[in-house]
């Protein structure tokens, strides 16, 4: 019984200090611009036109090699790092969205919010200051917003977010159907778009139920005159579904995998390429 309690020690003391120092190399990396943003396409799944792309942030680690945001972005959160990391991917993203335009590529820009930032009430200020050191118009911006994200403080997020929305900026609810209380989360929400999680859209072209619940999820947002995009989209059926079933975006390994900026620009050249 002794034993056991010290080896459990062991390890969360092991675990603990891991930590620490994950804490101190990621402080390390933003403040040294070490972190990096990829782009993931979002395009009409019957057409194949671009509508805009995600912004995800990568973390390559000198020792650990890359490191999941799974993994960072809980981290950065817990540890006050999240907005000097928000900032980051924000002012970088508008910057990259930027530099599609005037290549001709007309497109938006996502980027994700995490927890903390929606109960930051500076974040509105901060938004509107970092689209006009890019010169771009707000509604060139969508923030993707998790449901879990909203619950800790339901009454100042909304606020926050509706101060976003009176800016111009675009406003998604992303991982849609896997939150606790969905379909309240959406009707409180001021939101644009709702992004079906990739756990109902990786199964739907085997799996009755996904199937199911991804044309409910599809018939709700037209209903409530939402932009839907599905994430998560493998493979050609998939797609061919989604269009038929009249779903706005995709986005998904299928039309292409999150891609370095340059990759982004060489792919959405060979698009616009006759
Ligand atoms: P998310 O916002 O739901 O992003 C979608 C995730 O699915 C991304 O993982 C993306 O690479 C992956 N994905 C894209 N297409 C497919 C596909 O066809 N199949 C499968 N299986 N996966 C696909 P990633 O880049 O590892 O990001 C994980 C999560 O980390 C994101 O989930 C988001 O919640 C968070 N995250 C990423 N970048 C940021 C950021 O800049 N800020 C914040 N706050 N969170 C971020
Ligand atoms: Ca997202
Ligand atoms: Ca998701
Ligand atoms: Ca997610």
Redesign the pocket.
């Known amino acids: 019984q002794r034993r056991r309690d010290v080896e459990v020690y062991d390890s969360t003391a092991d675990r603990a200090s891991h930590r620490v120092r994950m804490t101190g190399d990621l402080r390390d990396a933003i403040a040294a611009g070490a972190l990096t943003?990829?782009y993931?396409p979002k395009t009409d799944p019957a057409t194949g036109r671009v509508h805009g792309a995600?912004?995800?942030?990568?973390w390559e680690h000198p020792e650990h090699g890359r490191v999941?945001?799974?993994e960072f972005?809980p981290l950065?959160e817990q540890t006050g790092l999240?907005r000097p990391?928000?900032t980051l991917?924000l002012d970088t993203a508008l910057a990259a969205c930027a530099g599609w335009r005037r290549q001709g590529h007309h497109l938006g820009v996502a980027?994700?919010?995490?927890t903390r930032?929606l109960t930051d009430t500076e974040l509105p200020a901060q938004v509107g200051e970092a689209l006009r050191r890019a010169g771009l118009p707000p509604a060139a911006l969508t923030l993707?917003i998790?449901e879990t994200a909203v619950m800790a403080d339901l009454a100042r997020s909304v606020a926050v977010l509706q101060e976003l929305r009176a800016i111009g900026v675009r406003l998604s609810v992303?991982?849609f159907g896997t939150g606790q209380s969905s379909l309240a989360y959406l009707k409180l929400l001021p939101v644009h778009e709702m992004?079906i999680?990739?756990a109902f859209v990786?199964g739907l072209a085997d799996d009755q139920g996904d199937a199911a619940i991804v044309r409910a999820a599809l018939s709700l947002g037209r209903a409530m005159g939402l932009w839907v995009v599905a994430?998560?989209?493998?493979d050609g059926t998939t797609l061919a579904l989604l269009a038929e079933w009249g779903c706005d975006s995709v986005?998904?390994?299928?039309v292409s995998?999150?891609l370095p900026p340059a990759a982004l620009e060489a792919w959405l050249d060979a698009r616009h390429a006759p």
């Open positions: 943003v990829h993931q995600e912004a995800l942030v990568r999941s945001p799974e972005i950065a999240i990391l928000t991917v980027v994700n919010l995490s930032s993707e998790t992303d991982d992004k999680d990739k990786l994430e998560g989209v493998e986005q998904g390994y299928h995998r999150p």
